[in-house]
């Protein structure tokens, strides 16, 4: 010991928590299982390493460059980056076990080798609910997907957000009315950089890609208007009959604003924005963006949206899906800088059982005892001065002390100290466990994030 | 699509599990994060990858081969292989931050590229819970970590069970009485081979190495010495005084006997074995092992020790400690080998709600009315026939069928149909969802794995 120490480090990159901090990033997840389980989808697990050719199947861009790939022996490896594709994989390798439509969450780590930047972790969790269709797929999911999605967050004690949404189809039937051809992948992308550079130069931008001045200005009108659900309907409708995919999109976009009040999706929460699009190639209906009211500028918090083909590279059947996922690390790191995270659940138990003889023995049983009452409890059984063991509940913030000397042995009860009120009594174990019980149950209330946000 | 289609399978040695498994997986998993947790010890997450310097520290050896070990960039990057070098790394390098003695849980997956051979995975999750103390750590943590891991596989619903306890300084004393010095890795060893080779073996061997056939008689007396509690300390008993170290190793294992009682631990789920070595260099107090009792031919399912020095490579400071593992990954595969899952946990809902009518948004409405009422429940939202329906219910084992058409719309209710007994009648939601909870509750006391194996 002693001459030869390594720092003792981690990869640049990569989030670890102290105890406090993991507590409340381990209830988030909890509270996300508990909600996507709520709604019957299984969880899943699957191996965070596989083949580079499964991996990579779809192959090319930014994705390649950032992937953790190895050798070992012969095999080509990959760490997954997402949850995407091994759940095609996975569709595709247990098709016949499987029934349709099959509900999955999975919540699990994910690795990205990007260039290390605040906020942005090499690791880090993904939390995904996909619905997958064998064959075909009902407009319901495009609803329940985002609907769920809405539970989780709220469970989160997030209520300041709004999932945003639009079809595929209706930006496909607008590029269509308004000759866009086949530069709409084009098209969308200066679509997208409207915040950031004016209507000006994203219509001159359009015209460049061959749209005509007219059509451009025509297109910004419907992508950038900005009014109620009934007022964008209303606009949507000056060119119904115009155009099959149009009014496919706009009848789907209905029903599933209509389906998602039905799920209970509260009606601040979810909003149309016509221009929402999430990349042109793989979506094909409905496409989500969760916007953080209280900070915007964050990006999107919750994503997806509704595929045609989910699996297409590894079986020769089409297998349609809706799918969101939430950042989880990095929703916690945002929440984490803006004092946002409930941090008074944090404590690892409800109450500190000190031993004041060395009757260590009896002390375990009294442990156990408020154990068996359906209370968490930490033994302290350290040989310390009282002060010590007092300070040691403290920084721990457990909220109630149990301490067992020689007065309450002979009297068959514990001395209770409750750390918040200050206040200390004698009681028998299980008026001991009520009182625990109840001001955890209080406390219980709470929600992981900061409520009024 | 069709034409290049990449077969969908994953890497040898690495699990995966079809939803039914994976539910009653994520049980196994849950139930151990409650128990870890009812005693007051935190939950850690560390980074799959760290810097090879810091995971192989300690150098040398199998796990040095075994390792997935790469480089990015100028970075030597290995995956973890086991829970213990992260632990030693993270309570060095957060030392001042963490209140001692320190009490984690951490379950998680840890990476070994061993030859892959049947019921060893490459990808496993394993389950410690540690207990570190900063330059001491009370002799109570050596009883209550084997508590805990009892209390842990008991709310599994594995009873038949026999935690082995030893400890090394016992072991430590025999050898200095019996003369075996230097040696006595190497007689461990030897002593490890009795029930393979027989003793006459034993002691041929154990005399090669310089130790008389009158002592190695006498020690293999002890070590293989089989009784009751009470007869293995008479036995030691008659060794009293001859030894320092003998005499506190068995102060101490008797304390831990006496203080695992108090923990509610029960009488048939421990026993000291003399035998029980577990590696001589790094354990230094109590050592365990577990024997699964129907079959203890697959070895310890839960084992570990008491140790001194912990984190002796990454900071100049002694923190002792004690810990146990359970390998989940390895006993989920033997359970499920021997069909002692309970799969009937392993359905993703308490409910399945079936539209029978084109108003989707209301059956949303009565799924929803149905989750606030706390019932977990699927909707089926797809356009099939009814018995199509009923057979998607019936594969995934949902308990209970929520019907909704018009005779239950105009009616206000809902028809259940109970999946098990056949049984169906027309409810208000409140009334349907007491029914589902009660039907609940009476599975809810099932454990994950069948008990009375």
Chains 1, 2 share one sequence.
Request: glycine content about 10%; aromatic content about 10%; charged content about 30%.
């Amino acid at each position: 010991m002693g001459n030869n120490i390594i720092k003792p480090s981690i990869l640049s990159g990569f989030m670890e928590l102290l105890p406090d901090e993991q507590r409340v990033f381990d209830d988030m997840k909890r509270v996300l299982e508990e909600v996507f389980a709520s709604y019957g989808f299984y969880g899943l697990d699957t191996p965070v390493l596989e083949r580079s050719s499964v991996l990579l199947a779809k192959g090319g861009g930014e994705t390649e460059k950032q992937v953790y790939r190895f050798d070992r022996g012969d095999t080509d490896i990959t760490m997954r980056y997402d949850l995407t594709v091994p759940l095609a994989r996975y569709v595709a390798m247990h098709y016949s076990d499987l029934s349709f439509p099959f509900k999955r969450y999975q919540i699990g780590k994910v690795y990205r080798g990007e260039r290390s930047q605040k906020g942005r972790f090499r690791e880090f969790y993904q939390c995904d609910i996909d619905i997958i269709g064998d064959g075909s797929l009902g407009i319901i999911n495009e609803a329940e997907c985002p609907s769920v999605m809405s539970s989780a967050l709220r469970a989160l004690g997030i209520e300041e957000f709004c999932i945003r949404l639009n079809n595929r189809k209706i930006l496909n039937g607008l590029f269509e009315i308004y000759g866009v051809g086949e530069r709409s992948m084009e098209v969308m992308r200066e679509i997208d950089k409207y915040e950031k550079i004016g209507r000006d130069n994203v219509i001159a931008g359009i015209k460049e890609l061959g749209v005509s001045e007219e059509n451009a200005n025509a297109l910004l009108d419907f992508v950038t208007f900005d009014g109620s659900d009934a007022e964008v309907f209303a606009k949507l409708n000056t060119l119904a009959g115009k155009n099959e995919t149009l009014d496919n999109g706009v009848s789907d976009l209905k029903q599933v604003t209509e389906i998602m009040k039905g799920f209970g999706c509260q009606e601040k929460n979810f909003k149309v924005d016509l221009s929402i699009a999430r990349g042109l190639d793989y979506y094909t209906g409905t496409v989500f963006e969760t916007c953080y009211l209280p900070d915007p500028s964050i990006g999107s918090i919750c994503s997806g949206g509704r595929y045609d083909d989910l699996a297409g590279y590894f079986i020769d059947r089409p297998l349609p899906g809706v799918g969101m996922s939430i950042g989880l690390t990095r929703l916690f790191y945002i929440l984490n800088e803006k004092n946002l995270l409930n941090k008074s659940v944090s404590a690892p138990a409800d109450a500190l059982v000190l031993p004041m003889t060395d009757d260590i023995a009896g002390a375990a049983k009294i442990a156990s005892d408020l154990r068996n009452e359906g209370v968490s409890v930490q033994l302290y059984g350290e040989q310390k001065k009282f002060k010590k063991k007092m300070e040691y509940a403290n920084k721990l913030s457990i909220p109630y002390v149990v301490i067992i000397g020689e007065d309450e042995i002979k009297a068959g009860k514990v001395s209770l100290k409750d750390m918040v009120k200050g206040e200390q009594d004698m009681y028998a174990i299980p008026e001991a466990a009520d009182i625990i019980r109840s001001g955890k149950s209080e406390r219980g209330t709470e929600k992981c994030v900061i409520s009024g946000n």
